[in-house]
């Protein structure tokens, strides 16, 4: 079962919550407030460490929907500018999803750009950004062309199914989809770069060029924007992004031969693997503002908000709150190989010598992209936004439960026949109750994972970090609360990847604007609002229950169609051939019948 923390003091109580030093105080259950559980330093210490400021830091935030570039103050943390765009995504078809890679390189000097003309208002300069780190999408896959320079093909998403029949092809080679996962921790799946890479040079001609002229790169888009900032100087990635590629070996932590044999990939294109924070090199591109300037951090996307969420010992887990969610804890230096499904991967390695920590992971495929779709599609919501206003208006779901399993479900299910279900309407149904059950859906998925990772790691998970757009919602918090039994911690920077990633820069050997001992605590900007459980253990178990009974009839919605569809087409083939058939026949028996009379 999942483990559950008992707060001292009921939430329902009066609460306080601090607020720029001064304290105000408020009622009601679904108000969050400042958690005296998190082990803040006192006022007397925060002051004390209000010092001069010893550097800045930049972070390049390459996310799948925008790119981003933040400068912080150390060792404070503090934010001091920031400018971001949206990048666009290219679907050739159904299920493909591309990006430009030259539009990424772009958007991330234009970014920079426009952040350090920010600083001199706050009293710096360029010149005062001692190091850059780089948070990126992860599994998303470009290749190029090491002589010129240019991508070969356009970054093939994360999320792109182009590679099913790849996958096919190698899982009947192997005969098991799990075949790798006690070297990788991963399955063989169309999510991993090594799946991509085969693909390009299965089906692009220029990628098969390329590399029988020993000049084809490859890699994540990490090693795509650490090559274009260095001029080629340097192809490598991180041990985060490289344990994403089902290509690296997660004890070596090096490419394993095995499964470059078996995808058919050379190790010659592909990065070398480096820690997460080191000084990598010197930024010497003169299209970026960045010139000059010292790369000594790089991490996944997830892992940088697991990092940021400074959940940094063993059991503590994140969630970080999107159109899906992901979920990640730590299980500190050992992997933990799951039976459920969930992912097996680095969490962070701050250093070449530092010790590897690992995580598992899990995802859930719809969460807000369910509040989209009530828009978009269903008409039921005006705006997304107005989720937390609409499911308000109504104490509870009215037994209303939504399954959005529209491709099928993840961890722990792994159900792709799997199709979404809204159950127990009654004629006294509204929309707020299907708002406020879409809501729901996104808890009970995460529940679903936090069972599974309670089980996996064997740590007493007793509390959820909480990050992500999403959260701006403070129904959906104290639901999530409520549906899983122990305190949310809400981050107040909302999104914690770029701050994960500063301080894996900042804190680099040679750098040294920070000295990261999680141990302590001490982080001046790590501050949460807190939502507790308002519900009973048997109140969860009952709503639970029937969850799950509604995840039940939401399976093999896909393996019914098909059988009926194939039987249908069968019986009207079938049917339609009679009247050729029985004309045949009847003129074969009239033959026949011609040929005993003549005889006669």
């Known amino acids: 079962m999942l483990a559950v923390h008992k707060p001292d003091q009921v939430s329902t109580a009066w609460v306080r919550k601090e607020s720029g030093g001064a304290s105000n105080m408020t009622e009601g259950k679904n108000i969050p407030n400042s958690s005296a559980d998190v ?92 190091s850059v780190g780089i948070t990126n999408q992860r599994e998303t896959t470009i290749v190029w062309d090491a002589v010129t320079g240019k991508p070969l093909y356009n970054a093939i998403v994360w999320k792109d199914i182009r590679t099913s029949s790849t996958v096919e092809k190698i899982v009947a080679k192997v005969q098991d989809p799990n075949h790798f996962r006690n070297i990788t921790g991963l399955p063989i799946s169309t999510y ?30 990490d090693s795509w924007i650490v090559w274009n900032l260095t001029n080629g100087a340097l192809h490598i990635t991180d041990v985060t992004n490289a344990s994403r590629t089902l290509l690296m070996n997660l004890e070596t932590q090096n490419w394993d031969p095995v499964l470059l044999k078996t995808f058919a990939i050379k190790e010659d294109m ?31 996307n997830q892992q940088a908000s697991l990092l940021g969420q400074m959940c940094v010992k063993p059991g503590q887990t994140k969630n970080t709150y999107r159109s899906g969610c992901f979920l990640l804890c730590n299980t500190g230096d050992k992997p933990v190989f799951s039976r459920h499904g969930l992912l097996t991967t680095v969490a962070y390695k ?94 009970f998925q995460t529940r679903d994972i936090l069972e599974c990772m309670h089980q996996e790691c064997g740590y007493e998970i007793n509390k959820l970090h909480a ?37 894996c820069a900042a804190q680099a050997e040679g750098i040294d604007l920070c000295k990261f001992e999680p141990e302590k605590r001490y982080y001046e900007n790590v501050h949460y609002d807190t939502f507790l459980a308002t519900t009973t253990d048997v109140e969860r178990k009952e709503r639970y229950g029937k969850w799950k009974r509604a995840v039940e009839r939401s399976l093999g919605w896909v393996i019914k169609q098909k059988k009926t569809r194939e039987h249908t087409e069968e019986n009207y083939r079938m049917l339609s051939s009679l009247p050729a058939s029985i004309f045949l026949i009847s003129s074969f028996a009239m033959l026949v019948h011609s040929f005993a009379a003549t005889a006669q």
């Open 39 to 130: 082990p803040f330093r006192s006022k007397e210490l925060r002051k004390q460490s209000l010092i001069q400021h010893t550097g800045l830091v930049g972070v390049i935030d390459e996310g799948t929907k925008t790119i981003g570039f933040s400068i912080y103050t150390t060792p404070d943390f503090n934010e001091i500018a920031a400018h971001r765009v949206e990048l666009s995504v290219i679907s050739p078809q159904d299920g493909w999803y591309e990006q430009d890679p030259l539009e990424i390189m772009a958007s991330i000097n234009k970014c920079a750009e426009e952040a350090i003309k920010q600083l001199p208002e706050h009293g710096f300069s360029s010149s005062d950004i001692v």
């Open 192 to 221: 991993f770069s090594a799946l991509k890479i085969r693909w390009l040079k299965d089906n692009v001609p220029e990628v098969r060029q390329a590399i029988r002229g020993q000049r084809c790169k490859a890699g994540t888009v």
């Open 270 to 300: 592909l990065p070398t693997i480096r820690s997460c924070s080191e000084i990598f090199g010197k930024i010497t591109s003169e299209r970026s503002a960045l010139r000059g300037m010292t790369l000594s951090g790089i991490m996944g």
């Open 350 to 443: 701050l250093g070449p010598q530092a010790p590897t920590i690992y995580a598992i992971e899990g995802a859930v495929s719809v969460a807000g992209h369910a509040l989209s779709w009530l828009q978009n599609k269903m008409r039921i919501l005006p705006d997304s936004r107005d989720a937390e206003k609409y499911a308000e208006m109504v104490p509870t779901s009215g037994d209303v439960y939504f399954v959005p399993a529209f491709t099928g479900l993840y961890a722990p299910y792994w159900r792709q026949n799997a199709r979404g279900i809204i159950i127990g309407l009654t004629q006294f149904t509204r929309k707020n109750h299907i708002v406020r059950a879409a809501l729901e859906s996104i808890c």
């Open 467 to 503: 990050d992500g757009k999403l959260t701006t919602n403070n129904l959906l918090m104290q639901l999530q609360a409520d549906t899983i039994g122990m305190p949310v911690f809400r981050s107040q920077l909302m999104d914690s990847t770029a701050f994960g990633a500063a301080m």
